[in-house]
């Protein structure tokens, strides 16, 4: 699958996202000192606050994987499972700080902000992402739970 990044007609390419990593292990470190220091403050009713933030940055370890782009579809594989959508299910496309969410009629697919994106083939994967949106002719709008980063009714099973 990696080829150094060359441009393959079709694909497929696979992007990771290892900055999502870093990301959500620094904020579960950060908010694990906390909770210490506020566990050895007696401030025990900090330590919940501390509990939210560990659960929003486990997220991104969560979801964090590979993303592979073909001309069929696009498949996300992380610790969570294996989830695909097939470009022609695309019906709607909404955007958010970067996110982009694919929508079909029985399913939302999360596509992280490429700015997260690494690998040598990262340009390719988004030359791709990129045409089979401008070939959808559909416009993506903008919306407030596209950050939102869990994917609905589009895991395979296994």
């Known amino acids: 699958m990696n080829d ?45 606050t501390c509990a939210g933030i560990f659960a929003f940055f486990l997220t991104p370890l969560l979801m964090s994987g590979e993303m592979i782009f073909d001309q069929e579809a696009v498949t996300h594989r992380c610790r969570l499972g294996t989830f695909r959508m097939r470009w022609t299910d695309v019906r709607e496309i909404e955007h958010g700080a970067g996110t982009l969410v694919l929508i079909g009629e029985h399913g939302r697919f999360v596509i992280s902000s490429p700015m997260l994106w690494s690998g040598p083939e990262k340009s390719q994967a988004w030359k791709v992402l990129v045409r089979k949106i401008e070939a959808s002719k559909l416009i993506p709008v903008p919306s407030n739970t596209a950050d939102y980063k869990w994917h609905w009714n589009v895991r395979v099973p296994h």
């Open 4 to 48: 150094g990044g060359r441009w393959r007609p079709g694909g497929p390419y696979m992007v990771k996202s290892s900055m999502s990593v870093v990301i959500g292990w620094l904020g579960i470190i950060v908010a694990t000192g906390f909770a210490i220091g506020f566990y050895r403050a007696h401030e025990y009713w900090l330590i919940w």
